[in-house]
């Protein structure tokens, strides 16, 4: 049995840190276990432009501890009336890794999000010129879709003509969810990847409701049936170059999950690499998780690896039932329970 495992220090495709006394209280959960980290877009107002990504980015950065060498890669929150020009300009400076496309109202602060694909194909096609990664929330908004159908229902009506009108566009289908989307990354080709969460590796919308509600395992997109997990399992465990780890670490303090409108999203930060790599165990590929973790990543962005190693044990690890964040409290993903893997000083 494997009880060590040395890799390559992994990256996380797919965060959220908010800003203010939230960013600076979870930013260090993340440098912990991440050389690197493609930053959401999603504050109050968003990050639209280079001038308000580079600002961003200097508040993380004063927020991560010292010693620590952690990098934010920063992304564009895409409108409908988003500046190509400041895009390009931007990616060409250096401030923005990639472009976020939040279909209008699909999730936390996409209010500002695009209210037709179609209006952005122009950015699109820039984007496509200029080799900027697009990074897609994939699902339907419309009230007559069923929450649960939201994501294969984007497929069929965006993703598909999005592929197809820009081949060369490289198109990271973020945390997904579905059999759908796993098995439509796979048949594409190599410009399009996708993202997985831990929380979909682990459990299945009956998480959510069977109980009593249970508001720390709500995100968006929302966890499926089983036989979707199962397919997401393969997949990250498959080899496949095109998936790799994106965590969607979303926190929200307690009392904003716990009250009778709760938010959507899991601040799985804190045990993040714990968490997959209980997964990977239980799945018996841990000889593919640093590929997952650390390689295929880099590889879709174009970025170089990085250099330093970590080393994984296996002993276990008490997930705290809450952690204390910004003068209140938040739950941790996994809170309470315990895990069998963890991170070597
Ligand atoms: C995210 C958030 O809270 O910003 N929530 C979530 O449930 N994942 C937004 C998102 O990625 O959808
Ligand atoms: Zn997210």
């Known amino acids: ?53 580079a600002d961003y980015r200097d508040r993380i950065l004063a927020a991560v501890p010292d010693g620590i060498d952690f990098s934010p890669l920063m992304t564009c929150y895409l409108t409908d009336t ?12 250096g401030v923005f890794t990639a472009a976020k496309l939040y279909p209008a109202n699909a999730t936390t602060n996409s209010a500002h999000g695009v209210s037709d694909v179609e209006k952005i194909y122009p950015v699109l096609a820039r984007m496509e010129a ?12 419309d009230g007559d879709i069923d929450v649960f159908d939201r994501e294969a229902e984007f497929i ?16 990271v289908f973020e945390h997904i969810t579905t059999a759908d989307a796993a098995e439509f990354v796979a048949e594409c080709g190599e410009a399009v990847a996708a993202t997985i969460t831990p929380q979909h590796l682990h459990i299945n919308r009956n998480a959510m409701l069977v109980g009593g509600i249970q508001p720390h395992n709500y995100c968006l997109p929302v966890a499926k049936r089983e036989t979707h997990r199962l397919a ?13 780890l994106g965590t969607d670490s979303a926190p929200h303090l307690r009392s904003a999950k716990e009250t009778s409108c709760g938010c959507a999203g899991i601040f799985n930060a804190p045990f993040a690499l714990e968490s997959y790599l209980t997964v990977f165990d ?64």
């Not at 006394?21 to 639209?48: C, E």
């Not at 069929?156 to 198109?171: C, D, G, Q, T, Y």
């Open 282 to 345: 239980e799945e018996d590929a841990l000889d593919r998780f640093e590929a997952f973790a650390s390689l295929n990543g880099p590889a879709f962005y174009g970025l170089p690896v990085n250099e330093e190693m970590i080393t994984l044990e296996r002993v276990e690890v008490a997930v705290p039932a809450t952690l204390p964040l910004a003068g209140e409290e938040i739950v941790p993903w996994h809170g309470g329970q315990k895990l069998g893997w963890r991170i070597a000083d």
């Open 82 to 93: 988003t500046d190509a020009d400041d895009l390009a300009r931007g990616a060409a400076e």
């Open 232 to 244: 997401l399992r393969k997949a990250a465990t498959s080899g496949s170059s095109k998936f790799f």
């Open 1 to 53: 049995m494997t009880d060590r495992l040395i890799i390559r220090r992994p990256d996380d495709w797919h965060l959220h840190f908010r800003d203010g006394d939230v960013m600076r209280g979870v930013v260090p959960y993340t440098s912990r276990q991440f050389a690197r980290a493609i930053v959401m877009p999603n504050l109050t107002p968003p990050v639209t432009t280079a001038a308000l990504a």
């Open 130 to 141: 200029e080799g900027i990664v697009l990074c897609v929330h994939g699902e339907v908004t």
């Open 156 to 171: 069929e009506r965006h993703m598909r003509a999005i592929v197809s009108n820009f081949p060369k566009l490289k198109v």
